[in-house]
């Protein structure tokens, strides 16, 4: 088992910036993938951005230029640098683990982001 623990979210103007952390525990061994999801009230959950254990980053075009995913292997803490935000961002920001070996998806409780116009 893995578990998941955001933190970072709160209210920002727009063009400002917010870090989000997300610390696991538990079994982490043959996890591949490690990502931030993101939903807005009335809309379904979208991907953010991921990592993969070799360091291979994607990002959705919303969040490109502006959104940097990183990890620190130390403190198995994964990490979500926003820059310039834009109302459009506010949500609740979710970390997502994926084992490919096991099919598994750990989640964590999320953590709110407003983003004030």
């Known amino acids: 088992q893995v578990q998941l623990v955001e933190s970072g979210g709160g209210l920002v103007q727009a063009g400002g910036s917010l870090r989000l952390s997300c610390v696991a525990s538990g079994s982490i061994f043959g996890i591949n993938i490690m990502g931030w999801y993101r939903q807005a009230p009335g809309k379904q959950r979208e991907l953010v951005a991921t990592?993969?254990?070799?360091?291979?980053?994607n990002y959705a075009d919303s969040v490109k230029g502006r959104f940097t995913i990183f990890r620190a292997f130390a403190t198995n803490t994964l990490f979500l640098q926003m820059n310039s935000l834009k109302p459009e961002d506010t949500g609740e920001y979710y970390c997502?683990?994926?084992?490919?070996?096991?099919?598994?998806?750990?989640w964590g409780q999320g953590t709110q982001v407003t983003v004030s116009s």
């Open positions: 997502n683990f994926h084992s490919i070996y096991t099919a598994q998806d750990y």
């Open positions: 990592i993969t254990s070799s360091g291979s980053t």
